[in-house]
């Protein structure tokens, strides 16, 4: 099938969509979900579309035809500023067409021998419609970073895994894939850049219209505690309102969580300053994770929970040092993580273990301080055990989604290398096809 026609189809799937409805107020919402899935669908078809013809037009307006280039035959400068003009967009959304239209058009030899594209998986996925440019760029930009370093053995390997994965992600759940392909493919990348971002670290403090403004650009290494202690400030006072009296009150605590955070710091400081007062903090917990092998050698990677952005082995180890942070080694001894019936409330490393598994809200990726352990099969109810296998960390809205709205939960596998999956309820999904949760949605395993 053709782009063109793949195109040609989804738009036809719109339209079934809109036959009964004069304009989107008629719609139903079982009409507007059907109407957002086709529309991302002829968005995501017609980017394959556009891709190819951007390659086309770079290719007829390369610098060695000089005046004779297509670009400047129509006014332009380049052919990424007739894109641009033309259709609308930036100039760098039109730079990242071309890039993504040369990585992935058919090529032609000396000899004018048809090949395949560079980056054939890409390219098929792009006409399928399972993932869009904006994802296909970052893809290949990827790739295009770490081809020599990795060599094409994993590049190839890299492409099938990244296209298979992308499909059906946000493009921020895509940008986290590609963080931890990039660790994957480069590890030996990721300690000097650690060293050049550490140099870039600042903290600028300065007063305008009797406000008082900080500026702070971290590195992971270093945000990692204040994140987890801010995370855990904010998630201790949301406990504490709902277990408030009277939450209609007119002294009741209704700050924004800018606000409150802007009050942990606060807090924090006044804290250390003192040294009297005891800081509230929920699940506020620094967890390091690498592989034993990447501790023994001290190559490789780690990441940080709650964060996207990996460091290098010996970030982890100097992180490890100090106080508050835990190293989890994968594939090293740990405590008992089931308990069976004798425990109602999961145990501070079952906790763990779950965070390990889950990376924070199984459902929507909220991280670990914003969420709480819950039973799949109820305690009382089900008499479910306090087990891994029957155990999912959730964020508030999601444990109610959940209950509320007919979703289930199952775990497949055991221990920290379990997945999660959620299935949605007929009314959601007919056939309810099962969606991946947890870490695993995010994770590269090559």
């Not at 719609?27 to 899935?37: C, F, G, K, M, V």
């Not at 140099?199 to 270093?222: F, P, Y």
């Not at 990692?224 to 406990?239: K, L, N, Q």
């Not at 709902?242 to 804290?271: E, N, S, W, Y």
């Amino acid at each position: 099938m053709s782009k063109l026609t793949g195109l040609q189809e989804a738009v036809t799937r719109l339209d079934a969509v809109w036959a009964d409805a004069g304009d989107v107020v008629g719609l139903s919402r079982e009409q507007l979900i059907a109407a957002n899935d086709a529309l991302g669908l002829v968005q995501r078809r017609l980017d394959a579309v556009l891709v190819d013809v951007a390659a086309g037009i770079a290719h007829e307006s390369r610098a060695e035809l000089g005046a004779g280039s297509l670009a400047k035959e129509q006014g332009f400068r380049s052919a990424a500023q007739l894109l641009a003009t033309t259709q609308g967009i930036s100039s760098g959304d039109a730079s990242r067409l071309i890039r993504v239209g040369e990585a992935t058009a058919p090529r032609t030899d000396l000899l004018g021998a048809r090949l395949p594209a560079r980056y054939p998986l890409v390219r098929r996925a792009l006409g399928s419609g399972s993932i869009g440019v904006a994802a296909a760029g970052l893809i290949v930009a990827l790739l295009e970073r770490c081809r020599v370093v990795a060599g094409m053995e994993a590049i190839a390997l890299a492409e099938r895994l990244l296209t298979d994965r992308a499909a059906g992600l946000s493009l921020d759940a895509v940008r986290k894939l590609i963080v931890r392909a990039e660790a994957w493919l480069d590890p030996d990348g990721v300690e000097p850049k650690e060293d050049e971002k550490r140099a870039k670290r600042s903290l600028t403090i300065s007063e305008r219209g009797g406000m008082v403004h900080l500026n702070a650009v971290l590195d992971a290494e270093s945000a990692a505690p204040v994140i987890a202690a801010i995370r855990g400030y904010v998630a201790a006072t949301f406990a504490a309102r709902k277990d408030a009296p009277d939450a209609g009150a007119a002294d009741a605590d209704r700050r924004t969580v800018p606000m409150i955070q802007a009050d942990a710091l606060a807090v924090f400081c006044g804290h250390v300053l003192g040294c009297e007062s005891r800081v509230p903090l929920a699940g506020a917990t620094v967890i390091v994770r690498m592989t034993l092998e990447d501790l023994v050698s001290g190559c490789g990677s780690a990441t940080i929970d709650g964060m996207d952005q990996p460091v290098g082995a010996g970030a982890a180890r100097r992180m490890a040092a100090g106080g508050g942070v835990i190293p989890w080694v994968l594939g090293g001894d740990s405590e008992i993580l089931d308990w069976g019936r004798e425990k109602r409330l999961f145990t501070r490393a079952q906790r763990l273990a779950l965070v390990e598994r889950d990376g924070g809200c199984a459902m929507c990726g909220l991280p670990p301080e914003m969420t709480k352990a819950h039973h799949i099969a109820w305690w009382k109810r089900d008499h479910g055990p306090t087990d891994l296998t029957n155990g999912v960390l959730l964020c508030e809205t999601c444990h109610h989604r959940i209950h509320d709205n007919g979703w289930e939960i199952r775990v497949e596998g055991t221990g920290v290398a379990g997945r999660v999956w959620f299935i949605p309820p007929r009314y959601v999904d007919p056939a309810r096809t099962p969606r991946l949760g947890g870490r695993a949605r995010y994770d590269y395993a090559a």
